[in-house]
């Protein structure tokens, strides 16, 4: 079984690492550093496991992880059978690479709140290009030139607007105090969110961590403080969240899509888990982003 801590070991004299990833698909169980973790997914999609939340990932996206948080991107078949690599640049580092309180001066406090706050894991949205250049200048870079570039990564980041910037747990992971638990529990999450489509259910699950189906179904609940059936369904309902925003399938077709088979049965989850009909969701999204273009156009 893998434990979910993975350890970053550093070249001699460097507080930071730069490491670029290109892969069939992205291959990393659910895991934590003691390092934080600035990662730019550059070619990839499918869906993030972050503490105790779970969310779609797409190209373009920025996250940033503190020490101890929990976290694995798990790619869709469809990415997987379309033959595209999965390509990532991450860097890993530690809150004093440039010496002790470095970020404690005043004129560094963008910086310093927002590694403050990726403790409940950040998804920067919206990231401009330049900050993308950014990432792919490290993975070219080595000694001063490296540091430069990315002490402006992060002072780019920093200064991006608050709306841009998601964080995505409401409490502190607390996955570093379970570890035993959650490397326990990742075949688990990968068998659902790789297999969401189809027929699942909780005895299956339960063979894959070598427990009977009702000690599983407590176990399980206990520890992601829900039931088997109420993470599937989160799991779908957010596939479906991302199909309603990027597809102009009918609802009908997005619910069968999203491992669904009853339509009612679609709707009332997607209002539980959203507080909106997946037309409503649509339509207040759509409206967000014509009211976004208007600003853009009076500045």
Request: net charge neutral; aromatic share 14%.
């Amino acid at each position: 079984m893998k434990v979910i801590f993975e350890h970053q070991s550093h070249p001699a004299g460097l507080g930071f690492l730069v490491k670029e990833y290109v892969q069939t698909y992205f291959t990393s169980s659910f895991h934590f550093h003691d390092l934080y973790e600035l990662i730019w997914i550059k070619k990839s999609y499918g869906k993030l496991y972050a503490g105790k939340n779970i969310m779609n990932f797409q190209e373009g996206d920025v996250y940033l992880f503190g020490p101890g948080f929990g976290h694995c991107f798990y790619n869709e078949k469809t990415f997987i059978q379309q033959g595209e690599k999965a390509h990532a640049v991450a860097i890993f580092f530690k809150a004093d690479f440039l010496g002790e309180g470095f970020f404690e001066n005043a004129a560094y406090v963008r910086v310093r709140d927002m590694l403050d706050k990726s403790s409940f894991g950040l998804h920067i949205q919206h990231t401009p290009t330049p900050i993308h250049d950014l990432f792919a200048a490290l993975t070219k870079q080595n000694g001063m030139d490296e540091l430069i570039t990315f002490l402006k990564l992060l002072n780019e980041v920093s200064r991006l607007p608050q709306m841009d910037v998601k964080v995505l747990n409401e409490t502190l992971s607390v996955m570093k105090l379970t570890n035993k638990d959650s490397a326990r529990l990742e075949p688990v999450l990968k068998y659902v969110i790789e297999n969401f489509r189809d027929e699942l259910d909780s005895k299956t699950a339960a063979t894959l961590i070598h427990l009977n189906e009702a000690a599983f179904c407590r176990y399980f609940k206990r520890r992601m403080e829900q039931t088997f059936s109420q993470f599937v369904n989160n799991v779908r309902i957010i596939h479906a969240t991302n199909l309603l925003l990027t597809e102009e399938w009918d609802v009908l077709r997005i619910c069968y899509e999203s491992g669904f088979k009853n339509l009612s049965y679609f709707n009332r989850q997607f209002r539980e888990i959203t507080n909106q009909s997946p037309k409503e969701y649509r339509k207040a999204f759509r409206g967000a982003n014509e009211a976004l273009v208007m600003d853009n156009q009076t500045d």
